[in-house]
């Protein structure tokens, strides 16, 4: 059974930053794309970052690019959104997603995480 | 970046009601289309991928279809547990980007 379960959410100041986990199981971790795709209060569905299998090829959605990162330890069957110079507009629960395959190109995804919400705000 | 229209934005249907959710693309994108569902403070839910293909688990009364620009999400016999909010999603080009969603609601 896939199960992908993030930690790292919290209450930060603007300009701080936060690390999120995902840890990944039931699956093959290195083999799969994954991303991160957030949700801000009471809105739809937002992009933010994915990256391949190998952990080689990345890409960013513009409104984080630049503060954002995402990464993986494929030892350790864990996904990382490393997250600098938050703004209040960064608020939102953010879900980590399994992709389909294992480059980033034509992926969909297949499984979700149950969230972990970020609150930016003094 | 491509944008996803959903209509309509919300329905209201009664139970055993057939439920069809359009999603267009502003440009071409084959079928690279995923439908999503999303219940009251819940993760998301994969649906279909590739236009119509149904991710494992999922019923049979869920439906997908299209290519192209424009796709649709048809729901049969509709069931309590199945009133949620759908989101349509291109991944056929970075950044892949989301319908702004449809909230099925009871009659």
């Known amino acids: 059974e896939v199960q992908l379960l993030e930690s790292g959410g919290g209450l930060v100041q603007p300009g701080g930053s936060l690390r999120l986990s995902c840890a990944a199981s039931?699956?093959?971790?290195?083999?799969?794309?994954m991303s991160w795709v957030r949700q801000a209060p009471g809105k739809g569905l937002e992009w933010v970052s994915t990256i391949s299998g190998s952990g080689d090829r990345t890409y960013h959605a513009d409104s984080v690019k630049g503060r954002f990162t995402i990464s993986r330890d494929n030892s350790r069957n864990t996904l990382y959104l490393q997250m600098n110079s938050l703004r209040a507009d960064d608020t939102a629960v953010y879900y980590c997603a399994k992709n389909d395959l294992i480059t980033i190109f034509g992926v969909a995804i297949d499984y979700w995480g149950q969230g972990t919400l970020v609150t930016v705000s003094s | 970046d491509i944008q996803m229209t959903q209509s309509p934005s919300s329905l209201s249907a009664s139970v055993g009601d057939r439920v069809t959710i359009t999603c267009r693309a502003s440009q071409g994108i084959s079928n690279y289309l995923a439908w999503f569902q999303q219940k009251p403070g819940k993760a998301p839910k994969s649906l279909i991928y590739a236009a119509s293909s149904l991710q494992s688990g999922v019923p049979s009364k869920f439906s997908g279809s299209g290519s192209g620009t424009d796709f649709t999400l048809t729901i049969n016999s509709l069931q309590p547990e199945d009133f949620a909010t759908y989101y349509c999603?291109?991944?056929?080009?970075?950044?892949?980007?989301f319908g702004g969603g449809t909230k099925v609601e009871i009659k």
């Open positions: 039931g699956f093959t971790f290195s083999n799969y794309a």
């Open positions: 999603q291109q991944y056929n080009s970075y950044p892949p980007t």
